[in-house]
């Protein structure tokens, strides 16, 4: 067939071209925004130390708490802290962890534990948990039990929602696929309903790894020697802003790293998504 | 095997949904239900394999289970019902696994579904990675890999486009050449049911009653040749007549609440 469009037919001079209007309202990646952005920040943020707007001693330049934390790398400093922080992390999460995905499954299992486990979560899910921190100090001494309990408390409530609701959320009819061919309730357990609410559990240790942090940082600051929270507390009331600000990007990294691993996680266990 | 439905009511709170139905199913015969949407086809399916309890009547088997079958009563579902994170091998063998099976005889028998459903090679396939006339293949392969003596099947083609419904129908014509196996084929379709079925059972719309058991004298084979075709288009006649009034009442029923 002939082009039609660039065949001379007596029309000619009626032809519209069709405008295209499809455009934007479409997520594109642009890598390099991201980075320049960024780097344009510390520039401005550099340069308003140098010039004089800001006073070094309220908001010191980039340069200043780079200094600060390869100080605090090279004495030995930041790992010190960051030790601390990391265990209490890792055993408070660990400890509220356990214990969520205990009564979470329970509660999506059993029509009783539900009945029972629903009230109780809603009325302790909203309290502050920091808020118990004083009452866990008198239970369990300033140490480090106290601690692990309330990042552990803290943690567990969101786990048990996530886990319930995650149970909830996998398909009913694979359950009845599963028992019309006759497979025993532990099967059913094993192989459709933990697997089936997997993504959710993995999207809820999102949220409690960012409570924990929370918590830890928070339990710091009310009483430790050691650990994130403690030092940049500690700095602040030296007036080290450098050391300040330098703490706090440890934590910043600190967070990023446990979002990267869950992210590893999550594409591990979730291909066939 | 038989199955065997009598005086069977059913409720969900006040809808009434299946009323007084009887029903043979008998050996090795294809027995399609047809009937408007709502009007408990699905339900009456759920009763007959045991995983809906009726509120009322009696569903019972007759006959020796045959050897090697490991669920006698056996579904194939319309949504497919794959494990995504299961690969094909593996939803297959997710239905042996509590069997005690020499584990030889349970790798002949995933292999066998998935050779005879044409999915030996995409055996370590994901379901998301099918079609979904490949994904109904597995729901099949899974059923066979039981050896099931009744079928129960809920509509399973109507997830699927035009032609991929013909390439599976030629699979269950060739299922049942070779099987015999006794199935109750739940359709909205009447090509379906023409095509696979040696009698259809008209339900009425809500709530479902028998209105009429239609024969097929036509064997299965031979209903695509010429001779067939003044038969199968008098069934076909009279199987509309029987659902255009049920299901032309039945939408404006559904149109009102
Ligand atoms: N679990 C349930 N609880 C309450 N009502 C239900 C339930 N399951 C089905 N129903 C209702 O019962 C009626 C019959 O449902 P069923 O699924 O058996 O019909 P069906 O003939 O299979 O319909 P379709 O052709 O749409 O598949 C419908 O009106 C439906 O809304
Ligand atoms: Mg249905």
């Known amino acids: ?273 | 095997m038989r199955l065997l439905i009598s005086d069977l009511t059913h409720r969900y709170d006040d809808l009434t949904v299946l009323d007084r139905i009887d029903l043979v199913l008998n050996e090795g015969e294809v027995l399609a239900v047809i009937g408007p949407s709502g009007c408990g086809k699905s339900t009456l399916l759920g009763i007959a394999g045991g995983i809906v309890a009726p509120s009322a009547g009696r569903v019972a088997v007759d006959g020796p289970v045959p050897d090697g079958c490991l669920n006698p009563i056996t579904y194939v579902f319309q949504d497919f019902a794959l494990l995504p994170w299961r690969s094909v091998e593996e939803n297959v063998a997710l239905v042996l696994a509590h069997h005690p099976l020499p584990a030889a005889d349970r790798r002949a028998r995933v292999e066998e579904g998935l050779r005879r459903m044409g999915l030996w090679e995409f055996r370590q396939a994901l379901p998301k990675q099918l079609s979904g006339g490949m994904r109904q293949r597995v729901g099949i392969a899974r059923a066979l890999a039981v050896r099931p003596a009744i079928l129960l099947l809920d509509e399973p083609l109507s997830a699927l486009d035009a032609q991929t419904r013909e390439l599976l129908m030629d699979d269950f014509l060739d299922l049942w050449r070779r099987e015999k196996t006794t199935a109750l084929y739940v359709t909205h379709n009447l090509d379906e049911a023409l095509r696979l079925a040696d009698r259809v059972v008209v339900l009425s719309r809500r709530p479902g009653r028998i209105r009429e058991i239609v024969t097929i004298e036509e064997p299965r084979d031979r209903r695509l040749a010429p001779a067939a075709q003044a038969h199968l288009a008098e069934v076909r006649a009279r199987l509309w007549h029987l659902m255009k009034a049920e299901a032309q009442m039945a939408d404006r029923e559904i149109a009102r609440a």
């Open chain 1, 1 to 273: 067939m002939p082009d039609p469009i660039n065949t001379p037919t007596s029309t000619q001079s009626t032809l519209q071209a069709v405008r295209f209007r499809g455009g934007g309202f479409h997520p594109r990646r642009h890598p390099w925004a991201a980075l320049a952005a960024f780097a344009l920040l510390i520039a401005l943020w550099e340069g308003t130390s140098r010039v004089g707007l800001a006073s070094p001693l309220f908001l010191p330049p980039p340069s200043a708490v780079g200094r600060a934390l390869a100080g605090m790398i090279a004495d030995g400093s930041l790992w010190l802290n960051l030790k601390a922080s990391l265990l209490r992390i890792g055993v408070g999460w660990s400890l509220g962890t356990l214990g969520g995905l205990t009564v979470g499954l329970l509660m999506g299992v059993a029509s009783v534990a539900r009945a029972v486990g629903v009230p109780l979560v809603s009325a302790f899910f909203p309290i502050p948990k920091i808020a118990l921190l004083p009452l866990f100090i008198l239970w369990f001494g300033i140490g480090e039990a106290s601690k692990f309990a309330t990042i552990g408390f803290g943690v567990f409530f969101p786990t048990v929602i996530a886990v319930y609701s995650a149970i909830d959320s996998v398909p009913r009819n694979l359950i009845r696929m599963a028992q019309s061919f006759g497979l025993p309730w532990g099967a059913i357990l094993r192989n459709i309903l933990l697997p089936g609410a997997l993504p959710g559990i993995l999207a809820g240790f999102r949220i409690t790894a960012s409570i924990a942090l929370i918590l830890v940082v928070a339990a710091e600051m009310i009483g430790a020697e050691y650990g994130i929270g403690a030092f940049v507390l500690m700095a602040g009331n030296l007036m080290q802003t450098d050391t300040l600000l330098a703490g706090v990007m440890v934590m910043s990294a600190l967070g990023l790293t446990i979002g990267a691993l869950l992210s590893l996680l999550e594409r591990r266990l979730l291909v066939w998504r």
